[in-house]
Every structure is written in structure tokens, then in C-alpha cells.
């Protein structure tokens, strides 16, 4: 007989190794992100629910969870069992919403605090509506778990009737199965009109996956064919290796139809006799318990891998798509540096001014002029970067990756911000123009705004603007205009790193707010390093 191992140091190996699957993430959209995220919250909710509780208290009542698709009479089950309504059954689907919890009164304490299913607020129904049968009341649905006690049910078990796992509402699916994975035994319903559909079959492949302590019930069958229905499924069980599960049928009855909500005792008294023998039974109890709880924990040796092999390719993935943007603006940048070098900018309309200064041409126009050719380079820069990143994240896996755009990013966006940047330049240079202006050694001071234009011709035309060059030293001396030439220098190259490097960082910024980092994956293979040791 297995039995359950409940040293400290196991259960520290347990927290830690929570602490790391509740830590992994897998935000970018990988074809295989939504299964690991899905993953991740199921492990999280049997650890969290389940397998850290029963652990530390193995003395704690079983708890049954009755599971199974819309209709199958979960709820009728539970009352008949206990022998009231304590879940209301109807014929409007889906009928359970609040999941409800029924125990003997003398456990009642272990259930009405935060043992298990801590996430759930506890709800309780007025003793008057329990012992009077009335209607019960409406409650917020949205994470609760109504407790109730019964005499009629045996001490040591506790019945759990979870919401329907094909329910139409999403929220009462993903709680039908993290009720699911709390409970010491399943117990997974069915009716003999749907006891081959995909739903209870993915229940009870799941169960078989983990090694739980399940039980299945045959609802609803038909007088005239209880013989042929439970051959057959039970023949399907036993294809599935499922076939040592104890099965029980339930017949077709007049109460099935939705009547009082309750069966004849006859009716479910052998499931109910299984249950109590589970709870009394110190050795079926102990199997029960000990059987689900090493199934999850072995269970562990694959899913673990697996969460940290998701983490893994989000990680590589990440790397992917920051080098491709990476790539583009290194490229791009170093394309920037050599078309200022050989003097790009001074093209076009800011030719043109400059051939027309100063006759034709103000100092001020010409400025005009080249810084808007500056600020036409830079963009062109960026935005052929952002074409080569849209075109590299687009053969990414990933199906949304465009989603990781940032709005900011836009052509638009980008011409604001150079404009910007280009103007704090232009004033830069019209600054440094007038502080070298005011020491130079000349009966008439120069015009720092000619300076300033001068200065920008020089740093902008390349060997086009050789004869501005040579007008700046007429107007400074040879000394002041190499040494504004070297500051002016400078802080050009200081903005055009700077525009690039912001404008990487912005296509960056989405990535980065993400945070997927490569520690996940060996954190997670570490955490089952340690439990496995420790078991």
C-alpha cells in the first residue's frame, strides 16, 4: 500500500516548486503558449487546491468531486446521496453555477476556511432554507463555494458538485476543472445517451493521465438496455486501460426528469456505500489519498519539462525578434553615419539654398533647409529599420506577434519625434555659433546666425560644402572654426545615435515589457531537481 510522505523538507521542495510554475509566463503568442498557460493554471490549482493541502493535512476528510458535461445529473446525484436538496437541479442548462460542498457537520471546520480552494469566497445558505427545503438564494456566482453539512453523510467525506466542464459560460469551465483537480477521489458522470462524447472521455483520460482515485457513473439508463449500455461502456473503458475504475449505474427513473431533484435511496445506495467505505475504511482511505496524491506528484516528471520547454521557446523566440530589431537599427544607424559623412543631406532644396546664399538666400532659410533634409534622413533610417523588423517578426511563429507593435512606433509618431530632435540640434548650433562669436578678435563681431548656418553646411555637405568651410575661417579665424567645427561635430553625431537609439528602444519597449528572461526554464527543471530528490 502506498502512503503519503509528508516530511517538512518534501514540502518545502513542494513550495519552492510552486513558487517557480506560478513565476513562469508565456506572454508572446507561440503557437503553443495557450496550452502551457492552460497548463501552468491546472498544475497551480492541484498544487494550490490539492496536493500542498492533503500533504500537510492527511488527516482531513476525502473530498469527492462529481464532475461530468451539461445534463448528465451531477446535481441530482449529490441530493440523492445526502438525501435533500442541497443543490438545485432543473431542467434550464447549465443548472450549477456556485459549486457547492457538503460535508458531515463535525468536518465542517475544515472546509469553511481557506484549506483548499482558497481562491473561492465561502457562501453560506440560512439554516431555515436548508431545513425547510425553500428556494435557495441567488448568490454572485463568480469564485464561490457554498458550503453545507448533512447528517446523512458519512464523516471523513465531502461531496463537491462542480459547474459542467462543456459549460457555455467559459468561467464555469475553467472552475469545473480547478474543482476538479482538488479532489482525493473523481467522480466522473455520464448518461447513457452520451457516455462515448469527447468531453467525459477527456475527463477520464486525464484522471488515468494522473493516476487519481476515479470512480465513474453511468446516469440515466433505459430499464431495457442497462445489459448492452454497460457492456459497451464498459468495454470502452477497459480499451482505455480504465477498465479496473469501479463503474455504477444509475436507471432511468421518473425522478431523472428534473422531479424533486431527488433518486429513490435504492437507487444510488451502492455508490453511496463505495463513498463511506473510502472515508471509514482506513485502508481504503489511505489508498484513496495516498493513490491521487502520488499520481499528481509523479505526473510532475512530465509536466514540469514541458512548462519549462514552453519557457524555453518564449525565450528564444524573444531573443529572435529583439535581434531582428537589433539587427535593423544597427544597420540602418551605421547606413546614417556614412550618408552624413559623405554629405547627404546637402541635397536638393538645401542645395539649392546653399548655392543661393547669401544673395538669394537668408541664413535662416538655409538653416530651414538642411535641418529639414537632416530630419527626411533620419526618418528614412527608421522607417526602413521598422520595414525590416515588420518583415523578419512576420516569419515569426508567433501568430500575433504584430499585436507587440508599439502605437508610438508609426511613421508619424517617428516624424514628430525627429522633427523634434532636429530642432534641439539646430538650437545647439545657433548656441554654440553665438558663444565663439562673442570672442572672436574682430572690429565687426560676425552674425551668429551666418556662423550658425555656415556651421551647419559644413557638418551636413560634406566635400559639397568645402567653400562653406572655408568661409566660416574668414569670419572666426582658422582656430575658432576648427574648434566650433570639432564641438558641432560631435553633437551631431551625439543626435543621430540619440534618434536611433530612442527610436530603438521604442520598437524595443513592447518586448521588453514583456520581461521573458531565460531564468524560468532552469528555475523549473531545478525546483523538480529538488522535489525528486526529496521524495
Known amino acids: 500500500m ?24 508565456f506572454p508572446l503568442p507561440l503557437p503553443g503558449a495557450p496550452r502551457a498557460r492552460a497548463n ?29 458535461s451539461t445534463g448528465a445529473g451531477k446535481s441530482t446525484l449529490v441530493n440523492s446521496l445526502v438525501g435533500r436538496r442541497v443543490s438545485e437541479a432543473g431542467v434550464l442548462r447549465p443548472t450549477t453555477r456556485t459549486p457547492v460542498l457538503v460535508c458531515h457537520p463535525e468536518d465542517h471546520h475544515w472546509f469553511s476556511g481557506m484549506r483548499v480552494l482558497p481562491d473561492l469566497t465561502r457562501v453560506w445558505v440560512p439554516e431555515r432554507a436548508a431545513e425547510e427545503d425553500l428556494p ?22 465531502a461531496l463537491l458538485d462542480a459547474p459542467d466542464v462543456d459549460s457555455l459560460a467559459a468561467d464555469n469551465r ?33 484522471a488515468k493521465e494522473y493516476d487519481a ?13 442497462v445489459s448492452e449500455v454497460s457492456r459497451q461502456y464498459g468495454a470502452l473503458l477497459t480499451k482505455a486501460g480504465l477498465g479496473d475504475v469501479p463503474r455504477f449505474t444509475v436507471p432511468e427513473l421518473p425522478e431523472s426528469a428534473w422531479g424533486s431533484g ?53 525565450y528564444a523566440a524573444a531573443l529572435r525578434l529583439t535581434s531582428a530589431v537589433e539587427s535593423a537599427y544597427d544597420s540602418e544607424h551605421a547606413r546614417v553615419r556614412g550618408r552624413l559623412q559623405a554629405g547627404a543631406v546637402l541635397a536638393g532644396d538645401a542645395l539649392k539654398r546653399w548655392r543661393a546664399f547669401p544673395l538669394d538666400c537668408t541664413a535662416g532659410e538655409l538653416l530651414d533647409a538642411l535641418v529639414e533634409s537632416l530630419g527626411s534622413l533620419l526618418l528614412c533610417a527608421v522607417t526602413a529599420a521598422d520595414e525590416r523588423v515588420d518583415e523578419a517578426w512576420r516569419r515569426e511563429p508567433a501568430s500575433d506577434v504584430a499585436g507587440l507593435l508599439d502605437r508610438d512606433a508609426s511613421p508619424a509618431s517617428a ?12 538650437r545647439e548650433v545657433e548656441e554654440h555659433a553665438e558663444d565663439e562669436a562673442r570672442f572672436v578678435d574682430r572690429s565687426v563681431a560676425p552674425d551668429p546666425e551666418v556662423i550658425a548656418a555656415l556651421l551647419a553646411t559644413v557638418l551636413l555637405g560634406g566635400r559639397r560644402a568645402r567653400s562653406a568651410g572655408e568661409r566660416l575661417a574668414e569670419r572666426m579665424g582658422v582656430h575658432a572654426a576648427q574648434r566650433l567645427r570639432e564641438r558641432g561635430g560631435r553633437l551631431l553625431g551625439e543626435y543621430a545615435d540619440r534618434v536611433m537609439h530612442v527610436e530603438r528602444e521604442r520598437r524595443l519597449a513592447p518586448l521588453d515589457a514583456l520581461d521573458v528572461q531565460a531564468e ?10 529538488v522535489l525528486l530528490r526529496e521524495r
Open 415 to 426: 516624424e514628430h519625434r525627429i522633427g523634434m530632435a532636429v530642432r534641439r540640434w539646430r
Open 262 to 314: 431527488l433518486l429513490p435511496a435504492t437507487a444510488v445506495a451502492a455508490l453511496r456505500s463505495w463513498l463511506a467505505h473510502q472515508a471509514q475504511d482506513p485502508g481504503a482511505r489511505q489508498q484513496a489519498m495516498a493513490r491521487t496524491a502520488h499520481g499528481v506528484l509523479t505526473s510532475l516528471k512530465t509536466r514540469l519539462p514541458e512548462l519549462a520547454g514552453a519557457a524555453a521557446a518564449q
Open 136 to 157: 435557495l438564494p441567488e448568490e454572485n456566482p463568480a469564485r464561490a463555494l457554498r458550503v453545507e453539512t448533512a447528517e446523512s453523510l458519512s464523516p471523513g467525506l
Open 520 to 529: 524560468p526554464q532552469a528555475e523549473l527543471i531545478a525546483a523538480l531537481s
Open 40 to 68: 501552468r493554471d491546472e498544475l497551480l490549482a492541484q498544487l494550490d487546491d490539492y496536493l500542498v493541502p492533503r500533504l500537510r493535512e492527511p488527516e482531513a476528510p476525502l473530498l469527492a468531486v462529481v464532475g461530468g
Open 174 to 206: 475553467a472552475l469545473a476543472a480547478e474543482l476538479i483537480c482538488a479532489a482525493d477521489i473523481w467522480i466522473m458522470v455520464t448518461t447513457a445517451a452520451r457516455y462515448a462524447d469527447a468531453v467525459p472521455w477527456h475527463l477520464l483520460r486525464t
Open 213 to 225: 482515485t476515479l470512480v465513474t457513473v453511468l446516469d440515466r439508463v433505459p430499464h431495457q438496455v
Open 2 to 25: 502506498v502512503t503519503l510522505d509528508v516530511r517538512p523538507q518534501l514540502l518545502d521542495a513542494l513550495s519552492a516548486l510552486r513558487d517557480r510554475v506560478a513565476a513562469a509566463r
